[in-house]
């Protein structure tokens, strides 16, 4: 198994996980299957555009390189995608798939967004990145309006194959120990976790940040080994098993 590909963090990280973050070969793309769940759990949320329903601005704050926008601007017609990043690398590639981008960070006011003008925001894997996910979700409070949807993914810490791996003393996959090399867990490529959550803990943590959770489903892991795959699907029905949470919460 190999882990789950980075969102860059949207935090100015420190020097070493800023120029993890800024070098070409870490890959800033999250799994397609995922990101379309994600997608029409917003799509539900926002509902079409038309009259009584302008059109909803939607911010995918730590887009990368723009596939999981691309995916939900497939799902989300008339509404208006702004791409987020902190890494100048993932604002490049971003600009091929999206049709606007620009730079933030999420920690100290720095996303260049009034309080309340975001009607959405797309947060895929980016907080299992970050140093501070508690003034993160502050930051992504302030942009949304009340009632505001935040549509959050992030790896299962509690996976089915993670239980059964800490039972044999391996390490789960998606943890890390290390920025330079893989140690004690299956998979080779080091992506940057720092954080890592059950279902239960996510739902206190979001809850004590000022949101309710509306929903929260499970998705499946592109690198679970291919005969393991339907069983990966088959978990997704019990979220607290999934190999991904996907959740929609509203601003309090």
């Not at 992030?154 to 140690?183: C, D, I, K």
């Amino acid at each position: 198994m190999t882990t789950s590909p980075p969102s860059p963090t949207t935090t100015a990280p420190a020097p070493g996980l800023r120029d993890f973050y800024e070098d070409p070969a870490v890959p800033v793309a999250s799994g397609e299957d995922r990101s379309r769940r994600q997608a029409r759990m917003l799509a539900r949320a926002l509902g079409p555009t038309g009259p009584g329903h302008p059109p909803a601005t939607v911010l995918d704050v730590g887009c990368g390189d723009g596939s999981a926008a691309a995916v939900a601007a497939r799902l989300l017609a008339g509404h208006r995608i702004v791409g987020v990043d902190w890494s100048q690398d993932a604002l490049r590639r971003a600009t091929r798939r999206l049709p606007q981008v620009v730079r933030g960070q999420l920690s100290d006011g720095g996303l260049p967004f009034a309080a309340g003008s975001a009607d959405a925001v797309l947060f895929s894997e980016v907080v299992e990145h970050l140093v501070d996910p508690d003034g993160a979700l502050d930051e992504l409070r302030r942009v949304l309006r009340p009632g505001g949807h935040l549509m959050l993914s992030t790896p299962n810490l509690a996976a089915w194959y993670n239980r059964a791996l800490l039972l044999g003393g391996v390490q789960p996959v998606f943890s890390e120990v290390s920025l330079r090399r893989v140690h004690g867990r299956p998979g080779s490529q080091v992506v940057g976790h720092l954080r890592l959550f059950t279902a239960r803990a996510l739902r206190e943590f979001l809850t004590a940040s000022g949101f309710e959770v509306v929903r929260l489903e499970g998705a499946p892991f592109h690198g679970v080994p291919s005969p393991l795959r339907p069983l990966d699907r088959l978990a997704c029905r019990l979220p607290s098993l999934s190999s991904i949470l996907l959740v929609h919460a509203r601003r309090r």
